[in-house]
């Protein structure tokens, strides 16, 4: 969805580039092309931010401050070859 909304954005980011090519100095052509790229910025922005703030949001909740790959052992992360072992101590061991 959000990738979808991301392309047409670049769509229309091309289509004002194009408004303003064959705008030949009239100012209301310009104005024009200068409101398309605007809304197309906007929704190029919004579907950025849509499709990172449900992310945002999951790891706040579940608590997995943690990289891709690792895992959250209480308040530390374990590196990549370690699994938790007691998450009240926050310790790691290797697997």
């Not at 100012?27 to 990172?52: F, N, Q």
């Not at 703030?53 to 530390?76: D, K, M, P, W, Y």
Request: charged fraction near 20%.
């Amino acid at each position: 969805m959000y990738g979808i909304l991301m392309a047409l954005s670049v769509v229309f980011i091309l289509y004002a580039a194009f408004l303003y090519l064959i705008s030949q100095g009239s100012d209301e052509r310009i104005s024009t092309a200068k409101k398309v790229l605007i809304y197309a910025i906007v929704a190029l922005v919004v579907a950025v931010l849509a499709g990172s703030v449900h992310l945002l949001v999951e790891n706040f909740i579940s608590g997995a401050n943690c990289a891709v790959g690792r895992e959250s052992c209480g308040t530390v992360c374990c590196r990549v070859d370690e699994r938790c072992e007691d998450p009240d101590t926050g310790s790691c061991v290797e697997e």
